[in-house]
C-alpha cells in the first residue's frame, strides 16, 4: 500500500496573495486615472467616498492578507504597511490632475478609513485563527 499523501502545504498561498494584491493595485490606478470614472462605474454608481473606502479597505486587506501570511508573523510591521499604503493613497491622489481628475484631500482621508478597516479585519481574523483551541495551551496545537 502506497503512504498517505502528506497534508497539502500552503507555500502557494503567499504568491498567490501576492499576486491579487498587484492585480487589484494595478486596477485601482487604472481606476482612479481614468479621466472619465463614469465610464468604469455604470449606472447608479456608489458615492465617491464610499467608493475610496471599499477601495482602500479591499486594498488593505489583500496586503494584510498578505504579508501575514508571507512573514508569519504574529502582527510586526503591520504598522508600518499602514503607513506605506496611506502613503500610496496620497500619491495616487496627488497624481490624478495629470490625468485630468481632480485631486482631494478628504478623498484621502476616506482612503485612510479603508485602509484602517482592511487592516484591523484582517488582522482580528489572523489572531483569531491563532489562538490556541479552548481547553488546548498554545504548545500542545
Known amino acids: ?6 497534508p497539502p502545504t500552503r507555500r ?3 504568491p498567490a496573495l501576492a499576486a491579487a494584491t498587484i492585480a487589484f ?3 485601482l490606478v487604472y481606476a482612479t486615472h481614468h479621466p472619465r470614472p463614469e465610464e468604469l462605474l455604470g449606472p447608479n454608481p456608489p458615492t465617491d467616498k464610499t467608493l475610496h473606502v ?3 479597505a479591499t486594498l488593505a486587506s489583500l496586503a494584510t ?6 512573514r508569519r508573523t504574529k502582527h510586526r510591521g503591520v504598522t508600518m504597511l499602514a503607513v506605506a499604503l496611506a502613503v500610496f493613497g496620497g ?17 484621502w482621508l476616506y482612503d ?6 482592511g487592516l484591523a479585519a484582517v488582522s482580528a481574523l489572523f489572531a483569531l485563527a491563532r489562538r490556541p483551541a479552548a481547553g488546548h495551551p498554545a504548545g500542545d496545537q
Do not use: K
Open 91 to 107: 500619491l495616487d491622489e496627488v497624481t490624478q490632475p495629470f490625468f485630468n481628475r481632480d485631486a482631494e484631500p478628504l478623498d
Open 65 to 70: 492578507a498578505t504579508w501575514l501570511t508571507a
Open 112 to 117: 485612510c478609513v479603508g485602509i484602517a478597516i
Open 54 to 56: 471599499a477601495a482602500y
Open 1 to 6: 500500500m502506497p503512504p498517505a499523501p502528506s
Open 25 to 27: 493595485t494595478g486596477l
Open 12 to 14: 502557494w498561498l503567499a
